[in-house]
């Protein structure tokens, strides 16, 4: 079968994908990022895009490395584009995601964590890998109705409270990135509304985090 975007390579090591990272495109329409992620001047790709209408496209086979992700990193997985399976979400990067376009994302990360045995812990942010770079998909993004359905994680924290929040974070699996930028991307994902330093409540999420989902280090 081929496929539309010519951006893609063989994964190293003998890699399978372990994660999926979900995106926004920041562009004004679904034609427009298409055509970026099938362009070769471009170098950048990925696996799935989904239209705000719910259309569904397959740009690379999941069988080969995409490059969606870029630097970053992940419960120790350096080379996250040999790791994962990239899903952008057609979006200009400040609207809500549409019921269709959520709905077609929800079958589609529930056939790829069947095909692959990818954990819901493994279904991550661009923001979680890179938080130094990327803010995707951003604080708009419904995490928490993924996880609901068993496509995602969320916390559940009891009473007690971490020392260090970042500490907890890097055993969820954020990177080894200052505490501002890991913080940032921390909130994006699980507590948008939240302000200043870390507080006791984000030491209670990423603990519990921690605890239930740490990461498993490099594959």
């Known amino acids: ?17 372990s994660l999926i990272v979900i995106h926004y495109t920041a562009m004004p329409s679904f034609a427009a990022a298409r055509a970026r992620l ?55 990067g400040d609207a809500p995601f549409p ?5 077609a994302l929800e079958h589609l990360l529930h056939d790829i964590m069947n095909r692959w045995a990818i954990p819901p812990q493994g ?25 609901r359905r068993g496509l995602s994680v969320w916390p559940a924290p009891e009473d007690d409270t971490a020392p260090d929040f970042l500490s907890s974070a890097r055993s969820f699996g954020y990177p080894d990135a200052p505490r501002g930028a890991v913080l940032t991307a921390f909130r994006l994902r699980f507590r948008p509304w939240g302000t200043g330093e870390d507080d006791s409540t984000d030491r209670t999420l990423a603990l519990d985090l921690a605890r239930r989902f740490p990461a498993a280090g490099p594959v």
């Open 38 to 92: 099938c362009d070769p001047s471009a170098e950048v790709s990925a696996h799935w895009l989904i239209a705000e209408d719910g259309t569904v496209e397959q740009l690379v086979d999941e069988a080969k490395r995409a490059w969606h992700a870029g630097a970053g990193c992940w419960g120790g997985i350096s080379d996250v584009n040999s790791h994962s399976i990239g899903i952008e979400l057609a979006n200009p």
């Open 123 to 147: 279904v991550i942010a661009h923001s979680d890998m890179a938080p130094e770079r990327k803010c995707d998909p951003g604080p708009r993004f419904d995490w928490f109705r993924l996880a």
């Open 99 to 103: 019921e269709p376009q959520m709905a």
């Open 1 to 17: 079968m081929a496929f539309a975007s010519p951006n893609f390579g063989d994964r190293r090591d003998g890699a399978r994908p």
